[in-house]
């Protein structure tokens, strides 16, 4: 499916010319089977994509296990298991109460009596045909798939983890005894790595919504270990629509709970915490796009990765400026192309453009990658691209 035609509809410098353009498996192929198993990440390498996104959380035992949240009410079976029943709690997460099972309060051995459910059902039937199927995964038992992957295929994967709520689990969290659950899931991070030899820059990013995880990857913890990988900056709403204390997408948590603690932020960001205190507070996501949050910004991270809903000028698939202006200081990475209609963008008559065209936009621009809950159709759109600009 040629799009070329849409050149004439972009900007001129925005015409890159067949650019590097990496596929990144949100979750796996969490479009086709339940997020965050193996056989969603097996499915995705298969298919073809550069890097799965594994999202980290810590068991009470302190091993790490891929979910996007430490809640596992809506992704696993564990609400139907009367031995769990009594795990059932209330708690306090990035600023908000939320009610379920959460993986802290469950060793390894515990987690791996779950099993993985369709978090989207009404959406996506076909991950629903697949509930209760799979176990929940290590972090350990990812790359353990990933190397068997490129034995038996000889093509290389990369993996793109994010440590899910760092600053809960490090300072604000407690266990289900009201213990607090004090680990730095970054540090476990690394070791883990460490200890799997799995240290290729080239086939490894970091990403985080939080800045003082990031700030202490680059500062200490890999010099600690003598590991240098890049780190990318995900960036929540930037339109100031989620404010808090109703919510929390437009901030970065770990700045908003450190300010209302009033922590000394220079003990805790080093030489990023002046240039943090001289930003207007509360910190929100788009002050990072522009003078001192910038500047911030450039001192740690290689990559930024932005919300695909502010992302475009209205009723286009153009990139509004402070994007674009990204393109060329950092790899810019947005986040997620969906293949369901209610994901997709529209244009000004609200007609829907397909998540292949919407791809086939971001390659023209510059735009490095993206995350995709299909990446089979990024990357049949990336084939197209990649052929007409060999032309």
């Known amino acids: 499916m040629n799009y070329l035609w849409l050149s004439a509809l972009l900007p001129v410098a925005a015409q890159a010319a067949c650019p590097d353009f990496l596929v990144v498996a949100h979750r796996g192929a969490s479009g086709h089977l339940p997020e965050h198993t193996l056989e969603a990440y097996q499915l995705a390498m298969k298919m073809g994509a550069d890097f799965i996104e594994p999202d980290l959380v810590p068991t009470r035992d302190g091993v790490l296990i891929s979910r996007h949240e430490n809640d596992l009410t809506h992704s696993t079976n564990v609400a139907d298991l009367p031995q769990f029943a009594s795990r059932k709690t209330t708690k306090t997460v990035d600023g908000l109460a939320v009610t379920g099972w959460f993986a802290e309060d469950f060793s390894l051995a515990e987690i791996k009596q779950l099993r993985a459910r369709e978090p989207l059902p009404e959406l996506r039937p076909q991950g629903v045909a697949h509930n209760d199927q799979y176990q929940l995964v290590t972090l350990s038992e990812i790359i353990a798939a990933v190397r068997q992957f490129e034995r038996d295929t000889g093509r290389k994967v990369g993996i793109y983890p994010e440590t899910k709520h760092p600053t809960y689990f490090r300072f604000e969290g407690k266990h289900l005894d009201g213990t607090a659950i004090a680990l730095n899931t970054s540090e476990l991070l690394l070791k883990e790595l460490r ?38 900056q995900l960036l929540g709403d930037t339109d100031h629509a989620f404010m808090p204390p109703k919510d929390n997408f437009s901030v970065p948590y770990d700045v908003w709970y450190h300010q209302q603690h009033n922590t000394q932020l220079s003990g805790l960001y080093g030489e990023a915490g002046r240039l943090i205190a001289g930003l207007k507070a ?48 950092f790899q810019l990475h947005p986040y997620t192309l969906r293949d369901e209609d209610n994901y997709l963008q529209k244009d000004k008559d609200g007609k829907s453009f397909s998540l292949r065209f919407e791809a086939n936009a971001l390659m023209q621009q510059g735009v490095q990658g993206v995350f995709s809950d299909y990446p089979d159709l990024v990357l049949a759109e990336r084939n197209e691209w990649r052929q007409s600009c060999e032309k």
């Open 195 to 232: 200890t799997q030899r799995f240290t290729d820059p080239k086939r490894v990013f970091i990403q985080s919504f939080e800045l003082q995880n990031l700030l202490e990857l680059k500062q200490q913890l890999m010099p600690k270990y003598r590991v240098s990988l890049p780190l990318v």
């Open 282 to 329: 509360p910190l929100d996501y788009s002050q990072l796009l522009q003078g001192q949050g910038k500047t911030l910004l450039q001192s740690y991270a290689t990559g930024v990765g932005p919300w695909k809903s502010n992302l475009y000028q209205k009723g286009s698939v153009t990139l509004k400026p402070e994007f674009a202006a990204l393109t060329s200081q």
